[in-house]
C-alpha cells in the first residue's frame, strides 16, 4: 500500500505538468504569444503543496512577474539592452525581490526580467500589455488545476503520523509491562527513556505536518465537503482537531517518560519490590498500552483499578515507607496516562467517525 505522502507527490507532479502544459497551449494557440514561455513558467511557479498556498503565492507570482515585465520594459525601452542595462535590470529585480509581502515569491521579478531581456527585447518592446496577459494566464492555470484536481488534503499524512505516535506509546508500555512483571535493568530503563526521546522528536515531525494539513483545507473544495460531512454526522470541529490530539499526545509522552525514569532510578535500589504491586501495576500498565493503540477499548476500568491498587496498597502496612514515594509516582504517572488515553481516544473516534457514519459515507 502506497504512503498517502507518494501519492501526494506523484498527483502534484503530475498537476504541475498539466498546468505548465495548458498554460503554453493557450499562450501559442489562443494568444498566439511569440514569448510563450512565460505562461508555463509561472503555472509551474504557481502549483503549491496546498490550495491556499497556490492562491496566496499565485497572487505574489502575479505581481512579482509584473513588476519584473514592468522593470525590463522600462530599461529596455528607454536604455536598451546592454551588459550594463542586463546588470542594473538583475540588481533592481533582487532588490526588489526583498519587499516583505511578496518576499515568498519576489525572485520572479529578477528572473522575469531576464527572460524579457534575452529574449530579443527589441521586437517585443510594444507588447508589455501581452507579456503580463501571459503572466495572468501561467498563474490561473496553476490556482484552477491545483483546485479541480484532486485538491490536495494533508489528513492522511497527519493522521497516519498521530496513529503511528500512538502506537509507539502503546508498544512501550506494553514492553514496560512484561519487562517489569519479570524483571527489568537499568539498560532497559534507559531504553525505555530513549525511546520517549525518539517520540518527542517524530512529535515535532507530526506538528509540522498538522500545521500542513491545516492549511490544505483553506480555500479547499475538499475541505469544504469533509467539515460538512463532519457537521452531518454530528461531530464538532473541534473535536476532531488534530492539534488537541498531539497536546495530549505531548502530555502522554512527557508522563511516559517520567515512567521510564522513575524506573531507572529504582533500578538502582537494592530493595524488593512487593510482588503484589509488581504484579497489579504491570497488568494495568499493559492495559494502557494497549488502550493508546486501540481507540475502541474502555477506559474506565483502567481507574477503577488504579483506585483499587492505591486503596490496596494505602491500607497494607506491610510496604516499607520508603518505598512510597517510587510506588506513588508510578501510580501517578499512569493515572495521567490513563487520562490522556482517555482523550485522545475520544479525539481519534470523531477523527474517524466519519469514515465509520453511515449517513455520511459515500
Do not use: C
Not at 503543496?49 to 507570482?61: C, F, N, P, Y
Not at 506509546?169 to 539498560?187: A, I, P, Q, R
Not at 493515572?335 to 473516534?349: G, N, T
Amino acid at each position: 500500500m502506497q504512503k498517502p505522502e507518494f501519492l501526494t507527490d506523484v498527483l502534484q507532479i503530475l498537476k504541475t505538468v498539466i498546468a505548465g502544459t495548458g498554460a503554453w497551449w493557450f499562450s501559442t494557440a489562443v494568444l498566439d504569444s511569440e514569448l510563450a514561455f512565460l505562461a508555463p513558467w509561472t503555472a509551474l511557479l504557481t502549483v503549491h503543496a496546498t490550495v491556499h498556498r497556490s492562491l496566496s503565492r499565485g497572487v505574489q507570482t502575479t505581481i512579482a512577474s509584473s513588476i519584473g515585465v514592468g522593470l525590463s520594459f522600462v530599461i529596455g525601452y528607454f536604455l536598451g539592452v546592454s551588459l550594463w542595462t542586463f546588470a542594473l535590470a538583475l540588481l533592481v529585480g533582487v532588490a526588489a525581490a526583498r519587499i516583505s509581502w511578496i518576499r515568498d515569491e519576489g525572485v520572479a521579478i529578477a528572473t522575469t526580467a531576464i527572460f524579457v531581456l534575452g529574449s530579443g527585447f527589441g521586437e517585443q518592446a510594444p507588447l508589455l500589455d501581452d507579456r503580463i496577459l501571459e503572466v495572468a494566464v501561467g498563474v490561473a492555470a496553476g490556482v484552477l488545476v491545483n483546485m479541480l484536481i484532486v485538491p490536495p488534503l494533508g489528513d492522511k499524512q497527519a493522521g497516519r503520523y498521530v496513529d503511528s505516535l500512538n502506537e509507539r506509546m502503546g508498544g512501550l508500555l506494553v514492553n514496560m509491562s512484561h519487562e517489569f512483571s519479570d524483571s527489568w535493568d537499568t539498560d532497559r530503563a534507559e531504553a525505555w527513556f530513549k525511546e520517549t526521546e525518539s517520540m518527542s522528536q517524530e512529535l515535532n515531525s507530526a506538528w509540522t505536518v498538522v500545521r500542513f494539513a491545516r492549511e490544505s483545507r483553506r480555500a479547499n473544495p475538499r475541505g469544504h465537503h469533509v467539515r460538512s460531512k463532519l457537521h452531518q454526522s454530528g461531530w464538532k470541529s473541534e473535536e476532531a482537531s488534530y492539534e488537541e490530539i498531539l497536546e495530549r499526545t505531548d502530555e502522554g509522552i512527557s508522563h511516559l517518560r517520567h515512567l521510564a525514569r522513575s524506573l531507572r532510578e529504582a533500578s538502582y535500589s537494592d530493595g524488593e519490590w512487593d510482588d503484589r504491586f509488581r504484579e497489579r501495576w504491570a497488568r494495568i500498565v499493559g492495559d494502557v498500552g494497549r488502550s493508546i493503540a486501540d481507540p475502541d477499548k474502555q477506559v474506565a476500568p483502567l481507574h477503577e483499578d488504579l483506585t483499587s491498587l492505591s486503596t490496596a496498597m494505602a491500607a497494607d502496612n506491610r510496604l516499607p515507607k520508603e518505598a512510597w514515594p517510587t510506588y506513588g509516582s508510578l501510580v501517578a504517572s499512569l493515572r495521567h496516562m490513563v487520562l490522556v488515553v482517555d482523550d485522545v481516544a475520544s479525539a481519534r473516534k470523531a477523527r474517524e467517525g466519519l469514515a465509520e457514519n453511515p449517513k455520511v459515507s459515500h
